[in-house]
């Protein structure tokens, strides 16, 4: 009875062992797995905030060639009335219309079922 109850005791602290082996080895594993997925959000985020700057960049141009066209349409420009005599008008104002239309922000489409 005592040579069982001292091979169960070795046996519980063989597993004890492995368990603390397996326990240390996840944790090594789950701190490199927080180590990449850190780096992985940091690029992330350098992305994020170059893209926004070329947003901001592409907005301001945006408005600055709205700004070009309405000028040029409202004949801020110094012969924009010149243009095919008087027929130039109608011309230019469709040409403003279909730019401004081209600048302006997009609705999006439902998904394709």
């Known amino acids: 009875m005592q040579a ?10 063989r597993l004890e062992a492995q368990l603390s082996e397996l326990s240390d080895a996840m944790a090594e594993a789950m701190e490199g ?3 990449s ?4 959000a940091a690029v992330w985020e350098q992305e994020s905030d170059a893209l926004e ?9 945006n408005k600055e060639l709205s700004w070009q066209v309405k000028m ?8 924009g009335g010149a243009v095919g005599g008087g ?6 104002d ?3 219309t279909g730019l401004v239309g081209c600048t302006a922000p997009r609705k999006t489409l439902p998904p394709a079922a």
Not at 53 to 59: I, M, P, R, S
């Open 4 to 13: 069982a109850a001292a091979s169960a005791e070795a046996r519980v602290g």
């Open 33 to 35: 797995q927080a180590r």
């Open 37 to 40: 997925a850190a780096r992985r």
């Open 53 to 61: 700057e070329q947003v901001a960049a592409l907005t301001q141009r």
């Open 72 to 79: 040029s349409a409202d004949g801020g420009g110094g012969d």
């Open 87 to 92: 027929a130039g008008g109608a011309v230019r």
């Open 94 to 96: 469709w040409l403003v």
